[in-house]
């Protein structure tokens, strides 16, 4: 019990009751009426439908080639490719826009092109994942059996392939829709004022206007539209499921025919080149000024000086120290709180369950929202936590937590009872049975978790835009300030940041992603042993 | 429609610098029944996959009725193919996979209904029509993969080890209808098989692949 107790206390504290305080907020027929009765609101609304609905259709379109030739095909590279994608994927949104900024050309800078492409090629990775996964495990034959019966292969895959992948199509087009429509951080550094969505109008309202009423009806009011898209993909994804018998995989081939060894080279060399650029402009932009190469974006990043006795209020290595502190304390709450509430989870039945759905709410309800929540509800004497060094970790702990409870939670699940059994029956007692047998497997998923809790620290801009006060920012709060001032060294500067940001994340999760795999296989050679 | 002649002339094929097929010739008359026996992994599939255009060989060419069709896609050859494991649609019903090479024929959907109707009744499954396919039996399912590739009559039917994997007794009874099939249509039919028994019941002539290598 006192497992479930401490995380749930957590929860119903930092999350459902700054929830609780935000509806209370919206719930107000003149608030609701004047926002949605602003001309204002709606082309907000419109422009976040739009966007998403463009960006999730392109990310589809665009994201198929790649899929199909890591799925189906063997190349020099290919294992590279599918990690380029995801180092991608786990880029902080700030550092996407960054690199997206420092990319196009000025003329496409702060439009809405700008910022569909960035939204494609930061979710490329969730279709080559989630579409090739069932790819993968389509037999080829089946593909060869409708061309034998005289379908060409754009009937085969009209006909046979599509169909198929759909249910992977529908769930891929779900996530992808769900990052875009909330998009922040990509927006706040490359969207102009004709290009917000609600999810910065939110932040505005709330904290540049002081229209608290108005940005918890926008909070809400996109809260609902993730629901239906939740549910609507939930329940397309039951209708389309079929028992597709997942076989061993397929193993990819190397292209035999001479279009394949034409189309194959060319589509993961095109893929290469849009996930490479922007993290290469990136790097290029932090050593170049509009006169040539400099480096001094990265010697003056220790002061906040731009001339002597002149002081733009952003420390770059202020911010260092800030991220680093505060990924290290949201690191370790996080790791507590997500380990205790694993083991509660796997130990209690139906409290457990509710508790596991309770700890993903705050990732899906923007972490935008969670912070904004948090920012009206410990304002108030005896709550009054928001000067506290420890609120802006506890908001990026809300967010990490998940991510620990899923990796923890299912090795622990595939620690075999009988284990625990045979432990019994060799004389120990339960806890002694727990403690040989179960704990001593959760020190890697505990490790893996933590490396992603650091990693969704250190890049968390949402929730912290709300609660970091002035002298506290973090690495992705100093680079949207670098970026969004004129003069080459600040821009510089935060061109410089953000590789330090992305290159930190790109390792942690990496590191993550070896370890992961370790932990995948175990599982399956688990499951192939009981079968 | 009539059989056709299929001639496989010094196929060569190699996987990733392995090679499978050396200079193999295979020959089969119009309406003849040819069984192809070899080892497991000795590419008698290859062989199979080479004439119907799955495969792209090496060297050597391929012709069916006479004309050259190495340069000709799978879907062009007027080929049929029964797989191992049937690869039946999962996501279209019974009849629907049985009609689905009428349909890209250009076939009517009158003539479909009763054409895909009477090839199930031929394979002993009427009535099955509306069945999902996922929830046939074994045996079920191979006789619908039969029905769906001979609906279409092909000149060429390729069966790659189409009775391997089944119970005894299902085997048995399918050698035996499988054999009926075979005879009554027109079709030339090549069949891949590691199965003596069943080479000898089902064709007019077995060979083994061993011998069909070049020099």
Redesign the interface.
Known sequence: MALIGAPTIGLLLFYVWPFVNLIVEAVDIESTRETLGRERTRSIIWFTTWQAVASTLSTLVVGLAPAWVIARFEFTGRRFLSSLLTAVFVLPTVVMGAAFLALLPDSLDRTVWGVIGAHVVFNLAVVVRTVGAVWEHLPTDMEAAASTLGASPFVVFKEITLPLIRPALTAAAAIVFLFTFTSFGVIRVLGAPGTRTIEVEVWRRATQLGQVDQAAVLALLQLGVLAAVAVWSSVAARRHSRALELRPLSRPQRPRTKAERRAIPLIAGVTAVVAVAPLAALVISSVSSPTGWTLSGWTGLDSAEIRPGINVGVDPVAALTNSVQTAAWATAFATIIGGLASLGIAAAGRAGRVLDAGLMLPVGTSAVTVGFGMLITFDRSPFDWRATWWIVPVGHALVAVPFVVRTTLSVLRSVDNDLSAAAATLGASPTRAWREVVVPHLWRPLAVGSALAAAISLGEFGATSFLSRSGGETLPIAIEQLLGRTGSLLQTKGYALSVVLAAVTIALVMVVDRTGDVAGARRREGNDGRR | MAGADVAAENISVG??GTPVLRSVSLLAASGEVVALLGASGSGKSTLL?VI?????QDAGRVTIGGRDVTAV?????????V?Q?N?L???RTTFENVE??LK??GVDRARRRTQAAHWLERVGLEGFGPRRV?ELSGGEAKRVALA??LA?EPPVV?LDEPLTGLDRELHDQLVIELDELLHETASTAILVTHDVAEANALADRTLRLDELHGP
């Open positions: 996987f990733d996959r119907a255009g799955l495969v792209t896609p799978t879907h062009r050859r007027k080929v049929g193919m797989f494991d690869q649609f999962p996501h689905f090479g890209l024929a996922t769906r590739t279409v390729l």
